[in-house]
């Protein structure tokens, strides 16, 4: 969708807007920037920036012109260490103050590029530290070429279950199939306003709060951070139509409603969307209480460049406990050996289609293992009802094994957010001498609730 070019991009707390003619600007000059210090289309380029705006314009000149690579700015050296050893970047792109990221490039004689914010929301220059200059050679060895849909523009980690990071590589392509999903689901508008709190080196962040705003012509407020403290503030100020959370997000926001219904009424939000994790039934009714507003909760992932399924606006139906309808790419559930299901029978949820990667970097043998007849298992179980609905159960290697039974996490969680003192719930795994797992479980209570331990077994 063509955008108006004076109409806000980009804003931020304290700063002047950003327009989408003066995003297109520095868009450019990040382009031009990263070809005089020598980055080639395929180079990847890591990230590490504060929460802000200029993350996002950041993530979105280093796409324009290269490979992005943005990481979590609170990775401790140890860390920064195995993703750097991971993705082999071509350079690094910090602010002053990160010194702990900065000196570890350094010591893996990483080129740093150091960003300086200036003027309106998003707005910066690029230099080299000290005063550098690129070289002949590398001004030359570069010359710009426009992204095509199958050129790479963006690779993120996603842990998996054995715990070693896999790379996920992301084009062009996939990331406007999956914004276009998300705008389309939405009803995205040039009028509405998405506030930003997830971190923007997260797919759900960077696709659903960051690019689908922008492909529809709208705004994008990009906070500092997430901080429940400072939300409602942020409603009363800017008047966002939407936000896109996780769970436990929404749970610290709903902590504080109580006393915020002046600002949550002034900011009139369209709709809130939860993603990432699941969200229990009784937080979404809480939440849609509390808010006034419509609660859609939806399904992502990092491999399907974030939205691959979503309940829809009102009045069409929102069931809760269930994660919609297919919004993106095909969805089916098969058995062990990639075989569809009946409808109503759970298996494994598979998907297939324009926003899906074509497989991890580096990694065949997880490649061998997560696809089958050009389907992407994505590992979860799941039911698809006969009127396309969505449920999730669990992830196949997360259930716990009592003696034989299979228990879901998510079934015991939800059973013991139901109590009326129960403020979040965790349930895992516990070793049992008899039974070689039992079932365990952490819970927090609202404030100024009281409960045991005897009356939760009771009740759950």
Aim: charged share 20%; hydrophobic share 45%; net charge neutral.
């Amino acid at each position: 969708m063509k955008a108006d070019a004076i109409a806000p991009a980009i804003l931020a707390p304290g700063l002047a807007p950003l327009t989408y003619e003066m995003l297109e600007q520095q868009i450019r000059e990040t382009t031009e920037a990263l070809r005089q210090f020598g980055i080639a289309r395929g180079d990847r380029v890591a990230i590490v920036l504060r929460p802000g705006p200029h993350a996002a314009t950041a993530f979105l000149g280093v796409a324009s012109a290269a490979v992005a690579t943005p990481l979590n700015p609170d990775y401790l050296a140890a860390e920064l260490d195995s993703y750097f050893e991971l993705l082999e970047p071509r350079v690094l792109i910090a602010e002053s103050g990160f010194d702990q990221a900065i000196e570890t490039a350094n010591r893996l004689k990483i080129p740093v590029i150091l960003l300086d914010p200036s003027g309106e929301a998003g707005r910066f220059t690029l230099r080299m530290p000290g005063g550098r200059t690129p070289t002949e050679s590398a001004r030359r060895a570069a010359p710009h070429l426009a992204a095509k849909p199958a050129d790479m523009a963006l690779v993120l980690f996603t842990s998996g279950t054995t715990g070693r990071p896999k790379m996920v590589p992301l084009t062009h392509g996939n990331l406007l199939a999956s914004a276009h999903a998300v705008a389309e689901t939405l009803a995205l508008t040039p009028s509405d306003r998405s506030l930003a709190v997830m971190p923007l080196f997260h797919i759900h962040g960077l696709v659903a709060a960051l690019l689908a705003p922008l492909y529809s012509g709208g705004s994008v407020i990009c906070p500092p951070g997430f901080h429940a403290i400072d939300f409602f503030g942020w409603l009363t100020v800017f008047r966002p139509t939407w936000f896109t959370a996780v769970p436990s997000m929404h749970q610290a926001l709903l902590a504080r409603t109580g006393s915020q219904q002046k600002a949550i009424k002034s900011a009139k939000l369209r709709f809130l969307r939860s993603s990432s994790s699941p969200l229990a039934p009784t937080v979404l009714a809480e939440l849609e209480r509390a808010f006034g507003a419509p609660v859609v909760e939806a399904y992502g992932m990092t491999e399907a460049a974030h939205q691959m399924a979503s309940n829809p606006l009102p009045p069409l139906r929102r069931m809760a406990g269930s994660v919609g309808l297919a919004a993106g790419p095909e969805i089916t559930v098969v058995d062990a050996k990639g075989r569809k299901v009946p409808p109503a029978t759970t298996g494994e949820v598979a998907i297939r289609g324009p926003n899906v990667m074509k497989g991890y970097v580096n990694d065949a043998s997880a490649n061998r293992e997560a696809f089958a007849k050009g389907w992407f298992r994505t590992g979860d179980l799941g039911v698809i009802d006969r009127d396309g609905y969505l449920t999730l159960i669990g992830r196949i290697k997360e259930f716990i094994n009592r003696g034989g039974e299979k228990v879901g996490p998510r079934e015991v969680e939800e059973a013991l957010l139901a109590h009326e003192a129960v403020f979040e719930a965790a349930a895992f795994p516990v070793p049992d001498p008899a039974l070689g797992e039992d079932v365990g479980a952490a819970v927090v209570l609202k404030p100024g609730a009281a409960t045991s331990v005897a009356e939760l077994k009771e009740f759950a």
